[in-house]
């Protein structure tokens, strides 16, 4: 029972849900600030429901819709598909399962959710069709990953609070105050969203590295083959910086202090760190090393909003 559990966990890489789910429960401790980070135990458990179905669909589609290309790939073509260690029909079911298990629990979490849950499986499960078509394929798994944190907002809040201004905005100082700061709230998970973007962008071509060869062989598309190694790293870089300013203008919507600017700055040690790992180091010790980093950084992020939520800590900006 134990070893056919850890064979499906290893084929949906059940471990590296730690990357993506982190940016949802911190979004959820934000959006659940007046409880200070809590929103019951029944939404958290939904919460948790759905990130864990929604990668899991993810990821078994990815497996089915590449399992041709794994088998020619000499990196990949032990995975459980093309080595037969699991039937195609079986992955169908966990993909079909795991969609079903999504909607579920975004029926018993809100009507937004519910509504929006079909449309958040094809994004998921689109990703995995991109480098057939677009040299762009990492931002689609940038905005795949992206969804965690917008509905695990959802999930709390029922929607943003983005309100357009009206005339009785502008009447008093307190109204214009009012919703001046329903904007900045609203605009907390759509900065972190845009973060979680970069962040996979920069993610995404540095892991598309080990494949370079193959993928221009092969007619894969990916950054990497279209702007060649060195410039795909500039890519890189550029977009995990710009990622920091996004978490640091975040921090800021937040009004957070001491404990955020703490964890803001090892982020961005760690993600100068995969860079010079990544131009200095072999491609196998890339595989290693920048997977714990970013393990790292999403983790660190996580501590931090929750420290900063839990004991009401913020910058003040007015």
């Not at 909607?103 to 519910?114: E, W």
């Not at 689109?126 to 394929?137: A, G, H, M, Q, V």
């Not at 201004?165 to 845009?194: C, D, H, K, N, Y």
């Not at 803001?264 to 491609?283: F, N, P």
Request: proline fraction near 3%; glycine fraction near 6%.
């Amino acid at each position: 029972m134990f070893s056919a559990l850890q064979k499906w966990a290893s084929f949906v890489r059940f471990s590296h849900t730690v990357f993506a789910l982190p940016f949802a429960l911190a979004a959820m401790c934000v959006a659940a600030r007046d409880t200070r980070g809590w929103p019951g135990w029944r939404t958290f458990g939904l919460i948790l429901a759905a990130m864990v179905c929604a990668r899991t669909c993810a990821m078994a589609f990815n497996r089915i819709a590449d399992r041709k290309f794994d088998a020619l790939n000499p990196r990949t073509s032990k995975r459980h598909l093309p080595a037969g260690q699991i039937g195609l029909a079986s992955a169908v079911a966990l993909c079909a399962l795991s969609a079903a298990g999504l909607i579920a629990a975004s029926y018993f979490l809100n009507s937004l959710c519910f509504y929006l849950s079909p449309v958040a499986l094809v994004v998921i499960c689109f990703y995995s069709l991109t480098k057939r078509f677009t040299d762009y394929t990492h931002v689609f798994l940038g905005l795949a990953l992206a969804l965690a944190p917008i509905g695990a907002w959802l999930a709390v809040k029922g929607g943003f609070g983005l309100v357009l201004p009206s005339a009785e905005t502008f009447s008093s100082s307190e109204s214009f105050w009012s919703w001046l700061s329903s904007i900045r709230v609203g605009m907390q998970p759509i900065v972190l969203a845009l973060a979680v973007v970069l962040w996979l962008v920069g993610f995404d071509i540095i892991y598309a590295l080990q494949d370079y060869e193959f993928d221009k062989s092969h007619g894969l598309h990916s950054l990497v083959v279209a702007w060649g190694q060195r410039n795909a790293l500039q890519a890189a870089f550029l977009a995990h910086m710009t990622m920091c300013g996004l978490l640091f203008a975040f921090g800021l919507l937040c009004r957070f202090r001491i404990a955020y600017v703490v964890g803001w700055l090892i982020i961005v040690g760690c993600l100068m760190l995969e860079h010079w790992i990544a131009r200095r180091r072999s491609l196998n010790w890339i595989n290693v090393a920048f997977f714990r980093l970013n393990a790292i950084v999403s983790a660190i992020f996580f501590v931090v909003v929750a420290a900063e939520v839990i004991f009401q800590g913020g910058f003040k900006l007015r």
